[in-house]
């Protein structure tokens, strides 16, 4: 296939360029670089079967010769992102959907669209389930990322409907792995260089909220999955082990070495969600697909990486 992997330079984005590369696919890459970083694909450079496109997609995507798939990863994807370029979340959810859902009509290819478990808000319901429809603050700080990504959902079932376009949605659960960003605001770049510095790590709260983290390899091989499969509804990706905040600290304490210990503060983004856990059994029924790295051999993986590039 002749792949366009929107969002290509970011940290899930490249990890699927590397993927599609190495089971043979051609793989163009686009990206406007806010949030994505060259550094994630330089390694790219000069291969036979991909390109990269500096390009914002919010504007007409023009792409020469045969699509096969469209993979749509342009966003925004931390809070202190979205919030620090709201606007931008917005409209690459709207525009850039439509942009990239237009490409995919316009050259008969398949289109998977990048949502994420914020489509739930701060759930009601339990392990989350495709099924259920959420509970988001639309005129929250984080209505700006939640919203966009129900509005692509949208748009991307009415070109399936409306215009017969072969689309696949996959909902990302928390993911950590090799090529986040130091600065990234979520969990993960927090801890991980605290905790390399010897610093206590910043728990706000009490540290109750859970997450579940699923390390990148496994996220691929999902998406992959998906996009060779015929399902057209939501698919929840991520790891349906739930783990407390504070739990995750100690282990990141206790993998690398650090005495510090945990420093509580009561800041806390209006909106964000007690607890987040997907229920995967569409995933496991329909890809055959489960999380297989331990959380423990995963967090040393990227811990690795964190110390290469503090």
Same mark, same amino acid.
């Given at each position: 296939?002749?792949?366009?992997?929107?969002?290509?330079?970011?940290?899930?984005? /490249?990890?699927?360029?590397?993927?599609?590369?190495?089971?043979?696919?051609?793989?163009?890459?686009?990206?406007?670089?806010?949030?994505?970083?060259?550094?994630?694909?330089?390694?790219?450079?000069?291969?036979?079967?991909?390109?990269?496109?500096?390009?914002?997609?919010?504007?007409?995507?023009?792409?020469?010769?045969?699509?096969?798939?469209?993979?749509?990863?342009?966003?925004?994807?931390?809070?202190?992102?979205?919030?620090?370029?709201?606007?931008?979340?917005?409209?690459?959810?709207?525009?850039?959907?439509?942009?990239?859902?237009?490409?995919?009509?316009?050259?008969?290819?398949?289109?998977?669209?990048?949502?994420? /478990?914020?489509?739930?808000?701060?759930?009601?319901?339990?392990?989350?389930?495709?099924?259920?429809?959420?509970?988001?603050?639309?005129?929250?700080?984080?209505?700006?990322?939640?919203?966009?990504?129900?509005?692509?959902?949208?748009?991307?079932?009415?070109?399936?409907?409306?215009?017969?376009?072969?689309?696949?949605?996959?909902?990302?659960?928390?993911?950590?792995?090799?090529?986040?960003?130091?600065?990234?605001?979520?969990?993960?770049?927090?801890?991980?260089?605290?905790?390399?510095?010897?610093?206590?790590?910043?728990?706000?709260?009490?540290?109750?909220?859970?997450?579940?983290?699923?390390?990148?390899?496994?996220?691929?091989?999902?998406?992959?999955?998906?996009?060779? /499969?015929?399902?057209?509804?939501?698919?929840?990706?991520?790891?349906?082990?739930?783990?407390?905040?504070?739990?995750?600290?100690?282990?990141?304490?206790?993998?690398?070495?650090?005495?510090?210990?945990?420093?509580?503060?009561?800041?806390?983004?209006?909106?964000?969600?007690?607890?987040?856990?997907?229920?995967?059994?569409?995933?496991?029924?329909?890809?055959?697909?489960?999380?297989?790295?331990?959380?423990?051999?995963?967090?040393?993986?990227?811990?690795?990486?964190?110390?290469?590039?503090?």
């Amino acid at each position: 296939m002749r792949l366009l992997i929107t969002g290509g330079a970011g940290f899930i984005g /490249s990890h699927l360029c590397d993927r599609f590369l190495a089971e043979g696919h051609h793989v163009i890459a686009m990206d406007n670089l806010l949030t994505g970083n060259i550094r994630n694909i330089e390694h790219l450079a000069g291969h036979e079967r991909f390109q990269f496109i500096k390009h914002d997609v919010t504007n007409f995507i023009y792409v020469a010769g045969p699509v096969d798939a469209v993979l749509h990863f342009a966003s925004p994807a931390s809070p202190i992102d979205y919030l620090k370029w709201p606007i931008q979340t917005l409209k690459v959810g709207a525009l850039g959907t439509h942009k990239a859902l237009g490409l995919a009509k316009d050259k008969g290819a398949k289109f998977l669209i990048a949502s994420t /478990s914020e489509v739930y808000g701060d759930p009601l319901v339990h392990p989350q389930v495709e099924t259920y429809a959420g509970n988001v603050d639309p005129i929250g700080p984080r209505g700006v990322y939640d919203e966009a990504k129900r509005f692509a959902e949208a748009m991307t079932m009415a070109y399936h409907r409306y215009h017969g376009v072969n689309t696949r949605i996959v909902r990302i659960f928390n993911t950590y792995g090799p090529r986040m960003r130091l600065e990234d605001g979520r969990v993960v770049p927090n801890f991980i260089p605290q905790a390399l510095r010897g610093r206590a790590l910043t728990v706000y709260g009490d540290g109750a909220q859970t997450r579940s983290f699923c390390y990148v390899a496994d996220l691929v091989e999902g998406i992959y999955r998906l996009l060779q /499969s015929e399902e057209h509804l939501p698919v929840n990706l991520g790891n349906p082990h739930e783990m407390s905040i504070l739990d995750f600290a100690q282990l990141i304490n206790k993998i690398t070495g650090n005495q510090a210990g945990i420093a509580y503060e009561d800041k806390r983004i209006q909106g964000d969600p007690q607890t987040r856990r997907p229920d995967i059994t569409r995933a496991q029924t329909i890809l055959g697909w489960e999380p297989k790295v331990d959380i423990e051999d995963g967090l040393r993986l990227t811990i690795d990486h964190f110390r290469k590039v503090m």
